[in-house]
């Protein structure tokens, strides 16, 4: 059987991964390289579409109320924590966009806000892969399973739009060359 729970975690690997491109960006900020600001730009808004328009609302939207209704208490439970670090993740993001807002960046604002993100974002996905999942596997029956895969699709497709994943996906292949392979 599929588990709902598979495309989250597929996302968590493309979201980790663009986490690995942010940290080699902060690195060079902290080097006091020469940057370009628009990778910078894009990378976090990757992490504002990918990880918190498409994969938190994936989860906030869909998966999360079905856990809810399988039996996993929402307050003072897993799933109000997780839904905590959801907007605490969102208070980071636009610390680094408005971080990116002036002529230059402001470096040390910038690096704060993409430190404290992702050490959270870390936390946060490793809690839901060893944790959530793991009980969410089992609070749905699998005919729940199937549905939310496919209300995940559908979302993906009207929330996102035709073709944002692959641009993202692509971008990150860009990146992984310029600031992962070749420095
Ligand atoms: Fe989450
Ligand atoms: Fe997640």
């Known amino acids: ?7 989250l975690k ?34 976090v808004e990757f992490l504002r579409l990918f990880a918190d328009k498409c994969h938190h609302g994936k989860e906030e939207g869909l998966y999360f109320p079905a856990l809810e209704r399988g ?15 959801h907007e605490e993740g969102r208070k980071y993001i636009q610390e ?6 002036g002529k230059d960046i402001d470096a040390k604002a910038f690096t704060a806000a993409a430190e404290n993100y992702a050490s959270l ?16 596997d ?3 029956s699998s005919a729940e399973h199937q549905h939310l895969l496919e209300q995940f699709e559908a979302f ?24 992962l392979k070749n420095v």
């Open 121 to 136: 974002l870390r936390s946060h996905i490793n809690k839901e892969n060893t944790v959530l999942f793991p009980m969410g």
């Open 71 to 85: 039996g996993i208490p929402k307050e003072n439970g897993p799933i109000g924590q997780m839904l905590i670090e």
């Open 156 to 179: 993906e497709h009207n929330v996102m739009g035709p073709g944002i994943h692959d641009k993202l996906h692509g971008m990150l292949d860009t990146f992984e060359e310029k600031y």
């Open 10 to 43: 597929h996302e968590h690997d493309g979201i980790l991964f663009g986490l690995k491109i942010l940290d080699a960006m902060v690195a060079l900020l902290r080097q006091g390289k020469h940057i370009n600001k628009d990778d910078y730009k894009e990378i």
């Open 1 to 7: 059987m599929n588990y709902a729970s598979e495309d």
């Open 96 to 101: 680094m966009v408005a971080a990116l807002a």
């Open 138 to 140: 089992k609070a749905i």
